[in-house]
Each structure stands twice: as structure tokens, then as C-alpha cells.
Nanobody, 111 residues
């Protein structure tokens, strides 16, 4: 069974940090480009970051310089280190590969 399970979300003050994890199962993790997306209330889902099989990365403009995506192929886990968080980062964060989505993890940043 293909599954993506996010964790690590929570409530943090502005300027703080969080590290999200996405545990994958049932898929060939090491040969796939993985990504993080987020969706804030009333807004469309947007790209946060992607990482390919060569560890090449791409970031949405709003998170460049603050967020870092990484992967551990042996553990089949995707990570998102989020620093210098602002209230505008408040959203549900989703792990993604191809057409597969996790259920998301809530990140709330208080001012």
C-alpha cells in the first residue's frame, strides 16, 4: 500500500523553527522526485519545495532562504526544515510524489 505520512507540525511563535517529516511506504522512494506543498485557509495549494533523485532542489519564492528540503533514501523519509517562520507560513503542509498526497500536517505560526 502506497502511503505518505507527515509529522512535525505544530504551533510556533514567529521567528521560530519547525522540522517536518514525511515517511513513505509502498513506493520506490529513491528514484522519485518528492515535494512539499502547503494550503492556507481560503487559498490554493502552493509549491513549497521539491527535491529530485540527485538532491537537486527547488523552492517557492516565499520560502527561499528560510526553508530547506532534504531526503533520506535509506529511511524513505522526506524532510522540511523551516526557519524564521512568519504568520504567513500558517497552512496545512502536504507531502507529495506524483499523484500521491499525504493527509497533511498543520503548521500554525503566531505573531
Amino acid at each position: 500500500q502506497v502511503q505518505l505520512v507527515e509529522s512535525g507540525g505544530g504551533l510556533v511563535q514567529a521567528g521560530g523553527s519547525l522540522r517536518l517529516s514525511c515517511a513513505a511506504s509502498g513506493l520506490p522512494f529513491s528514484i522519485l522526485t518528492m515535494g512539499w506543498f502547503r494550503q492556507a485557509p481560503g487559498k490554493e495549494r502552493e509549491l513549497v519545495a521539491t527535491i529530485n533523485t540527485q538532491n537537486g532542489t527547488d523552492y517557492g519564492d516565499s520560502v527561499k532562504g528560510r526553508f530547506t528540503i532534504s531526503r533520506n533514501n535509506a529511511m524513505k523519509t522526506l524532510y522540511l526544515q523551516m526557519n524564521s517562520l512568519t504568520p504567513e507560513d500558517t497552512a496545512v503542509y502536504y507531502c507529495n510524489v506524483a499523484s500521491i498526497w499525504g493527509r497533511g500536517t498543520q503548521v500554525t505560526v503566531s505573531s
